[in-house]
Nanobody, 119 residues
Framework: QVQLVESGGGLVQAGGSLRLSCLAS????????MGWYRQAPGKEREFVAA????????YYSDSVKGRFTISRHKANNTVYLQMDSLKSEDTAVYYC????????????WGQGTQVTVSS
């Protein structure tokens, strides 16, 4: 079955960096987008970044553009989120997401990894 295993979350000081990883398995992802969402306490889950598996085209929310970088390594089915210049408002649970480009109902989620930014 499809599995998404996240890693890299933790505690970091404001201005610091973290690198999140999501290892995907169980499916050929050539027609999928890979991405990250986050959810802070009391807030709705929001889009952070996404990347097309085949081409590597990347997309970002306005709140993280210029600070975060999404990438993927096709050979090992891993998507990364490099987070730089972290702010306290980046504190959230970050979720890995895999979604079919043409079938909106076909998507998968990881369990989430906590990112806490201290000031």
């Amino acid at each position: 079955q499809v599995q998404l295993v996240e890693s890299g979350g933790g505690l970091v000081q404001a201005g610091g960096s973290l690198r999140l990883s999501c290892l995907a398995s169980g499916r050929t992802f050539s027609s999928y987008d890979m991405g990250w969402y986050r959810q802070a306490p009391g807030k709705e889950r929001e889009f952070v970044a996404a990347i097309t598996w085949n081409t590597g085209s990347a997309y970002y929310s306005d709140s993280v553009k210029g600070r975060f970088t999404i990438s993927r390594h096709k050979a090992n089915n891993t998507v990364y989120l490099q987070m730089d210049s972290l702010k306290s408002e980046d504190t959230a649970v970050y979720y890995c997401n895999v979604a079919h480009r043409y079938s909106s109902g076909e998507e998968y989620w990881g369990q989430g990894t906590q990112v806490t930014v201290s000031s």
